[in-house]
């Protein structure tokens, strides 16, 4: 290895440390002894690993190994969590509908695998206003929130409007017919009137949970030049 | 002409007089010239002519022949109006921006001109939302909503939760980049998560001021066999 | 809960009481467990229950709990229907081709349902035109015309000349190749040249049969004016 | 040139005498003295030439050149006709609305440089069947129907549905919104319900006239077996 | 059933004594009990039935009613043919691939069942441009080209150049990826810069075929005015 | 205005006083006379504003009006700003090359606005990666990067591996052909393989520097809970 | 066969020749059967047999044939190879993720099947540039580079504006969402701001390897006059 | 700068001088006075500069600077060339239409400039197969092709199934309708059934002339390792 490559090497550990975001595993498309594997490579290295879209089987693998994993199927989450974390600050994860939970609970375990403090705000959909502005107070609370929408997507717009923090939008594929697997609710997010709207991948609800985490501890525990 | 087509022109002629609703010019492409001749043909034909997406010329052009004719530069309505009408029921047209305003004026006097009377609601898009719930009281008055919207589209959603009776959707061009000319809007309302929602085509303000009219003449004066 | 949503939950249920329309379970993407329990909430809350896009694993599992409910496998409507309701009015279902049939069924159980007489005429799709010519004085007697067809989705542009009420145009899947999973039919009815056309997502029945009802509604009690 | 290519050009002008077809120039981008020179050629080579979508400033090219030249600013078309021409058979061109005719005449005017009768039928849109109807004992003397619609492009699934030749169907770019230039229009023709009809690129009027005059053709005068 | 009816049912009958087409069974998505009935009527009804895409269950069944049916699993066809048909004329039907021979054949059989003649040119893709070209003298003999191609679909347009008749071009969703199940072969064909090549929809033998077989007996009969 | 409307509209007013962001001008589309007479309103209520994508004849208007007004023709952003205003924190703006230095612009322009620090680094395109890679130790003082390509969009994807604060990314419409007006960065930005990056509108720079404020705004003084 | 045909059958014959590049089956859409006799016949006629996308039932029905047939399970590489070559030249296969290795290894095993070195560069996708860069070094002794990638596809740029050769990239269908079944990398990759980049179809491996055996050879070789 | 900055920088200079390659300005979008300053700066930093997509006025700012600087209106090439250049290898330049001739001269001038000898062969489309075949033997001589064509996009197809060589295929956005601005030849080019096609951006004349040059180099030089 030459000394370009030592530096960036050195750079990229640098940013382990100062995110404290283990990489992590999409399990989609490994089979089941590939995902143990890497988990295992990981927990030796890190001393725990997350996985996203991870299947029954690959849980089973990976439970195998470290009986003291844990999996959830409904936000294909698995992990090996075994560090001790002191949850700070507050991220709001808003669903639409309840089909809209596998892609909310992602993000929301995502984030506190990071270390971050989530409050949830399920089935707060547009249709019935009330819901929404009936948690609002709640909501407002967060330093960043995360808006799950599928169908018309129009949630994080209306949240938009009603929070001065970040709203990470994340369109989902749940509808049929004419939102052409999450399209109807990418363009509405990637379009909305209000201010602070930022948009991730359909269905991404992991990357959701990284950016949000990411602003949370710039809110905690301030930006570079502070911490440096 | 053979017995087929008289009956189905009579039909048609027997829809006039049911509907009250003299044939519409849509003046996107014709010569000035032409539109004056379509009117004189229409105003002989009817006693007034409506026509929509009129530009200043045609406007001069049909002013030469009818000075009592009257062109709206916002929403290209150029019409010659004369019958006494009394306006029945009440239609709410919403407009979430003030670059919808076109379209949304194209709706209003379209139904005007059908005979209806018309609330106008405008600048009352979600990202502002006290704008909306502040006339929810007034735009449930109506037996019908047109809901015109641009961008993200979502003012029809939010609508449909709130009220009773048809919301006529109405995506607008106004937008940039992902928007592609109203895409976004149309999708969303196609998809949207709310009852009692039905589109139009992108820009088409008269087309739900026409389904307006027919529903709230329905509302006042009752079905096909009521009225028989 | 704070005032204002005190405020906003008494608006929804006012409008429960107003449209007589009791919620309704989209069952896609439920298990059977959760289909049925939710069944259970509504039933005990409303009296009765309706679903669409019910599976069969889905009906059986609400079966158990009720053993009156009935399921439709045509349209995947399942229900519990235990109100005297009196069919007031007269709604229309077109349906071009026998492919188009769930959806029109979907559309015309939903109104049903809902407390309206339906009118069915299936199978009069535009290549053979007699048969929607020979079916047009009896599609004529209706408050609201639903139109459902695949392929060009062409038969609301023609239903839409020849009657005087609204049309809700349903474009269906039905095709294959350059229909895009209905994208064909849903841009021929979205830029119909007849008038009266609004238009529904794509498959979506249940839209069409709500708005069809709200429609029969008014043409049979009024407006919300003349009803306070 | 060696023998292989000689064949084939041999080949290419054999083609020629049998189909009579001059080759035609498609003046869009051309200059008006381009225009002009490849007319000199084509005059000189053949006694006469077709030219579509011209401009004004290049048939004043034209006409300098050739004073009997003709330019028709409707349809674009440009040529110079000197052959005595005995039409043959029956083409029918059908346009829709006022808005096609530029295309409906490119296709006519193509089809009768090449020496074919036609017969136009124009404003027959679907949304006033009773004129489609009034015409169609007419239509159904043609050997080939061309049928030229935009919007919804459902006017050839209607002439499919009631005539046993052949229909030519050309989607135009007429419409706004979802359109989408033309696309609404070609993906209904492609997804017609109804047999016989093949469909030719948006607008072009020039292509459908060359095809209904090869079918005409052979109607009058048999197939490449009946005439050697 | 009042007088108009009456004339265009009239129309209908008269056509099929026409055309000799007797009515065809889209067979996708029937029951193989729905299949084999329609099959009972048409023989009832014509003497004879054709359905197209059907899969073997269908199969079966229709064969357990009629034991003279036959079956061909590549092109889907399922056929009762009973009629003593000389085979008039000739189409040529050429297939670019080998995967394109399930449409192909769709094509060749339709247009034999209608009382063609049909010579098949299979795997003549223009990547060996030697194999199209040695057979290119045989298809010059027929009155109607029908060319089934995936991929970038460009045999039409090579064909196109080479004869005068009629190309009926049949894109397939035959190829991956960018193809995006035939967009690539249809948009290649609608854009073709060769004469006389009109499209039908992605995979559809079955509309070609009949095309070509009204051409066929075009050039065999002559037009409407010739026969009457 | 009932109770529940006080409610928000305290809000809204609320939420300015925490953001400190006046309500900006999207100029497009207006008049001149709009345009001033939007600004007065603004500079009375608020005492500065500032407006987007402005033209020139609508700076003159406010230059009328207000002659400290500031304009700049590349960003197109026009302002009279006259708060003494602290600029906190550290936001990086990156642009990939040149074409996408409007954009830059109206983001740095933006975010300096709201109060922020903004630092620059134009013309860092990754297909000369040195540049980047020269700039990197800069960027990574700021609490937030901006980062706003065309074309291939790509330069997010690098940046966010070598960052570990939230990377905006802003696709741009520069480029040709198949960018399809900024589609293919827009997706590029979607799909990034990197962590932390989220994606606004299609030449969204305003969009970008009011999210970018909103995090450095939140690096600088923490979260809602920490402030309150 | 006349003359014409020789002539190009001949040709045909001359550039298997000159590349050396024996026929290669695509066994997609191939039963077993289907493909063990054709690979019968291929290595009956050149001695050895390569296929790509084979399934393991068609390796099975293979090895049958010729016990010393290879399948790889990762690339879908089936091959029957018998001749001695000798490795020329260099060309270097990247990919950007571990779930792009089926396609890179179908682009390498193509390469080496027609006799080139290959040197794999695997998971160096760019949100960890150091990897790259670390390899950059012996990338750049390639004569072409292959560079395979999905997702965001940016790779490509960034080895474009790292060495002088050419760039073969292979957008792969990895990802998910508004990844559009490999459309973002596509799209990236064709708008790439980097020099000597050209692009083939989603997920094509087989074709980048063929055009880099193609390059290779010509750096070993020379051109076709150099080695006439 | 940091050690690594160093050496990236110096890499891309040995790049310059491996290649041979002067930066190339794409004028689009910049004022005259900037066009005419970037050359100044490039003619003094390499003794001469190639710019694309010039305007008129731009020429006219760089002919003021160097009154011996080139203009060609068609190409759209503006150059500053003053070394001597030996012209190396041969590159055959194919347009399939007179109309595509602008994107294939700025392939041939780019790759005349960076010294390669460019043969032309214009309107050689495939719709008369002769034209192409005539020249097919002058073709084969090159080392690498460059494939131009609009509309359905077919000719790199042929010609790649014709010669040994790589084919470089440019898709035009010459046509109109369903070409949808030259996606329809993108699409044909990136699904060729035929081997060796690569493909760049529609319209990028430059991009294929770079890489061309890059493939003539390695015929005529030899990769990177025998050149070392």
């Known amino acids: 290895m030459n000394d370009v490559l030592k530096d960036f090497v050195r750079l990229d550990l640098d940013r382990k440390e100062r995110t404290g975001c283990a990489e992590v595993v999409y399990c ?5 002894e590939q995902t143990a594997e890497i988990f295992r490579r990981l927990v030796e290295a890190e001393g725990e690993a997350l996985g996203t879209r991870a299947q029954k089987e690959q849980a089973d693998a990976v439970l195998k ?3 003291d994993a844990v999996y959830d199927p409904l936000s294909k989450i698995l992990k090996v969590e075994r560090k001790e974390k002191e949850s700070i600050g507050r991220i709001a994860v808003c669903a639409a ?21 989530v409050d949830r705000f399920f089935d707060i959909g547009i249709s019935g206003l009330h819901r929404l502005l009936g948690t609002i107070d709640e909501i407002r609370k967060a330093s960043c929130v995360i ?4 169908m018309e997507g129009a949630m994080p717009s209306v949240l938009g409007g009603l929070v001065s923090v970040p709203v990470i939008a994340v369109p989902t594929s749940v509808g049929y017919g004419a939102n052409f697997q999450g399209l109807s609710a990418l363009l509405a997010m990637l379009n909305s009137c209000a201010n602070g709207i930022s948009v991730v ?6 990357g959701a949970g990284y950016i949000a985490s990411q602003i949370n501890r710039l809110a905690e525990h301030g930006g570079p030049e502070k911490r440096s």
């Open 147 to 150: 808006a799950v929408a599928g």
């Open 97 to 117: 509908g309840t089909s809209d939970l596998p892609v909310a609970e992602e993000a929301a375990q995502t984030a506190e695998f990071f270390g971050n403090k």
């Open 65 to 67: 190994l470290f009986p």
């Open 201 to 206: 991948n359909i269905d991404n609800g992991y």
């Open 28 to 32: 989609a498309g490994k089979t089941p």
